[in-house]
T-cell receptor, first 112, second 109 residues
Framework: DAGITQSPRYKITETGRQVTLMCHQT?????MFWYRQDLGHGLRLIYY???????DKGEVPDGYVVSRSKTENFPLTLESATRSQTSVYFC???????????FGQGTRLTVV | TQLLEQSPQFLSIQEGENLTVYCNSS?????LQWYRQEPGEGPVLLVT?????EVKKLKRLTFQFGDARKDSSLHITAAQPGDTGLYLC?????????FGAGTTVTVRA
């Protein structure tokens, strides 16, 4: 199916564990983004990527790692999950930073 | 501190009333986008404004980009219950798309 998909939709993990959130897009968009959404903060940019093998930090990168070996995939890894990383995570893609961003349905992550 | 400040945070109005949501920043943006988000879904684009002073209309929604490209507003005329949702502004700058905290709009029938 065409579009952008995130997996898993829901995840519960324990403090200190490593967890990876997956994001896959079928449009061959150059740009991909990871955001977290928390009440009162809207969407905060964690990392973004302008192309394969090019990534850069956003507003709240600490505790997260990304990679982009292929244009269509942009996984987000929490190296050692903390309770403060409990959030809803959204992945998005766009042709450029100026054009429409298409969002996945989100991953609700709970760290216990 | 977020790059974009949205106000108000919450807005509850009666069907048929008008409303305005503001998005302000001290930074200049290449473009300003407005999104709407439904519960359990990702945001969906409503409009993109690029030129300072630009005004775009989408049925009952009017979007304005400030002359200095630092602020924007969203005005809804004769709001309907179907307009209920979270409205987010997003500014494009330095290859990044940064969002405001959002305005939750509730339109009561």
């Amino acid at each position: 199916d065409a579009g952008i998909t995130q997996s898993p939709r829901y995840k519960i993990t324990e403090t200190g564990r490593q967890v990876t959130l997956m994001c896959h897009q079928t449009w061959s968009h150059s740009y991909m983004f990871w955001y977290r959404q928390d009440l009162g903060h809207g969407l905060r940019l964690i990392y973004y990527s302008a192309a394969a093998d090019i990534t850069d930090k956003g507003e709240v990168p600490d505790g997260y790692v990304v990679s982009r070996s292929k244009t269509e995939n942009f996984p987000l890894t929490l190296e050692s999950a903390t309770r403060s990383q409990t959030s809803v995570y959204f992945c998005a893609s766009s042709e450029s930073a100026l054009t429409e961003a298409f969002f996945g349905q989100g991953t609700r992550l709970t760290v216990v | 501190t977020q790059l974009l400040e949205q106000s108000p945070q919450f807005l509850s109005i009666q069907e048929g009333e008008n409303l305005t949501v503001y998005c302000n920043s001290s930074s200049v943006f290449s473009s300003l986008q407005w999104y709407r988000q439904e519960p359990g879904e990702g945001p969906v684009l409503l409009v993109t404004v690029v030129t300072g002073g630009e005004v775009k209309k989408l049925k009952r929604l009017t979007f304005q980009f400030g002359d200095a490209r630092k602020d924007s507003s969203l005005h809804i005329t004769a709001a309907q219950p179907g307009d209920t949702g979270l409205y987010l502004c997003a500014g494009a700058r330095d290859y990044k798309l940064s969002f405001g905290a959002g305005t939750t709009v509730t339109v009561r029938a």
